[in-house]
Nanobody, 126 residues
Framework: QVQLEESGGGLVQAGGSLRLSCAASGRTFSPYAMGWFRQAPGKEREFVATITWGAGSTYYRDSVKGRFTISRDNAKNTVYLQMMNLKPEDTAVYYC???????????????????WGQGTQVTVSS
């Protein structure tokens, strides 16, 4: 079993920055991709960004392009989400997710991922 643990959430003013981290532990970890999703109150969980573990290809939702950067450290089994110029609409619980190499489906959909963290709250005040 693989466990994902997020850290780095908090309260920040609009225009500020935060860096989220997600560390994977457990059995041998070899995903195809790791990503970040978020869920605001009363809304569905939505894709934010994902990175492929081998090539390091990155994908973002349109509203965070140019503001968020996803990166990974394969040696540490850790993925990061650097968030800059945060906006109140970025307020949500952010979840880390990982798939494995047997999974199929869109990298932008929650169904692709089989391991999830517990979530970390990001609150952006105006």
């Amino acid at each position: 079993q693989v466990q994902l643990e997020e850290s780095g959430g908090g309260l920040v003013q609009a225009g500020g920055s935060l860096r989220l981290s997600c560390a994977a532990s457990g059995r041998t970890f070899s995903p195809y991709a790791m990503g970040w999703f978020r869920q605001a109150p009363g809304k569905e969980r939505e894709f934010v960004a994902t990175i492929t573990w081998g090539a390091g290809s990155t994908y973002y939702r349109d509203s965070v392009k140019g503001r968020f950067t996803i990166s990974r450290d394969n040696a540490k089994n850790t993925v990061y989400l650097q968030m800059m110029n945060l906006k109140p609409e970025d307020t949500a619980v952010y979840y880390c997710a990982a798939d494995d190499v047997t999974r199929r489906g869109s990298l932008y959909q929650t169904g692709r991922y089989i391991y999830w963290g517990q979530g970390t709250q990001v609150t952006v005040s105006s």
